[in-house]
């Protein structure tokens, strides 16, 4: 029996999700043209693979049989075509990333260091920026993956997928102002002292155009450019500071608080671009690193409210 790596990628889609549905969005097929897949499976496989139920499906002993080895066959042939391409690539062709701020502080170097490692023949271009830009040189072939931010991707026609969260969140010094409290509004933090990104940052940007020109003036008692130095100013007492969650390092000891508002709660997309390699062993690889680094985050600690008091 032949089997079409398609239709293993979309099998082991619809395992991973407990859904047909699901794993046909996943694979940007129709739900019809995936039922077709799978029962194509199963015919030429001579056995049911799936047991369907009124909450979705889970694989038959047969189908758990299969889905073990198309990981295999799957992560086989990447690493064959990977093998092929490093003779074919130019090594002045190097894959194209881009990503927003918060996304390059920990999710993109993270990706990189375990990319580049497992794949010493390719070469990888990153330039930060904001997710507009991003959308344009994806859809203009100028770039081969993006990491953007839901809110202002919209309906750009490019082959996106969710990646993770990227919610804000406001910090401070650990056991002060936040102590004890598990969620602030903006308005709620704006009356405290902040320190905050410079105004051509885009994430001040960001923050400026959802809470919009009524809202309450806020004391920046110093602004800088990097999320880094931040993060470090609010952890030492210096004032409150509005951040992704992402760049959060969980060692470090500080309060963290969720922040109410709607607009601050964010996700990252992963975004392909439409050049013609855009779907090569390369690419594809590169989005796996970038999946995984996604999914490896540690949680994050609460605000507290005093961390001597022995609890």
Known sequence: MRYDLDDLRLFLHIVA??????????????????????????????????????????????????????REVLAQTARLESAVASYTRSPTAPLTLLGGGSAMHRLVPRALISFLRAHPDIDVTVSESRTPQTVRMLTDGEADLGVVLDDEAGDCGLRME?????????????????????????????????????????????????VGPHA????????????????????????????????????????????????????????????DNATSAATTALADHLRHAARSEPPLRRAHADPDDGR
């Open 17 to 70: 999700e407990g859904s047909i549905t699901a794993g046909a969005h996943r694979m940007h097929l129709s739900l019809p043209s995936a039922s077709a897949r799978v029962r194509s499976l199963e015919h030429h496989a001579g056995v049911a693979l799936l047991i369907r139920g009124r909450r979705g499906v889970r694989p038959t002993p047969a189908g758990t049989t299969l889905a073990r080895y198309a």
């Open 162 to 210: 969710p990646l993770g969260d990227d919610s804000l969140v406001v910090i401070g010094q650990a056991g002060g102002i936040l102590a004890g409290r598990s969620a602030l509004t903006y308005a709620e933090v704006a009356e405290h002292p902040l320190v905050g990104l410079d105004a051509r940052s885009s994430l001040r940007r960001w923050i400026e155009r959802h």
């Open 216 to 275: 309450t003036v806020v004391r920046h008692r110093t602004t800088v450019a990097d999320l880094s130095v931040l993060v470090s100013l609010a952890a030492a007492g210096a004032g409150l500071a509005v951040v992704p969650r992402r760049v959060l390092d969980p060692r470090q000891r500080l309060d963290v608080c969720e922040l109410r508002d709607s607009w601050a709660r964010r996700r990252h997309l992963l975004a392909w671009g439409s050049k």
